[in-house]
């Protein structure tokens, strides 16, 4: 599913148009961002049930460059991750509700 496919999915489910669908899929996309990047702050976002979006970091390290065998320095640096959810994770496993 791509992004036009996403908000035609949630318009039709929420009874919006598909611009105020639209809208609302690219605030919520803004702010997990703005939240994941600031300086402060645990940089987690996370919706019970659903997951958690976070940020990992990774320590500078060496490693090599595949083609020629050398040796090269990798800078530290920031990666978003998501972590499913319980309820997630039960609904894709096809768990059945109690």
């Known amino acids: 599913m791509n992004k036009a496919e996403l908000v035609e999915a ?3 489910k929420a009874s919006l ?6 809208a609302g899929l690219n605030a919520f996309i803004d ?5 994941l990047s600031n300086k402060k702050g645990d940089k ?3 919706l019970v049930g659903f997951g958690t979006f976070e940020v990992s970091e990774r320590k500078a390290r060496t490693g090599r460059n595949p083609q020629t065998g050398a040796t090269i320095k990798i800078k530290a640096s920031k990666s978003p991750k998501f972590k499913a ?3 997630l ?3 894709v496993n096809g768990a059945k509700k109690k």
């Not at 148009?17 to 639209?22: F, L, N, T, V």
């Not at 702010?31 to 939240?35: Q, R, S």
């Open 17 to 22: 148009s598909k611009k105020d669908a639209e």
């Open 85 to 87: 959810g319980k309820a």
């Open 44 to 46: 987690k976002v996370s």
């Open 10 to 12: 949630m318009a039709k």
């Open 31 to 35: 702010v997990v961002k703005k939240e």
């Open 89 to 91: 994770k039960d609904a």
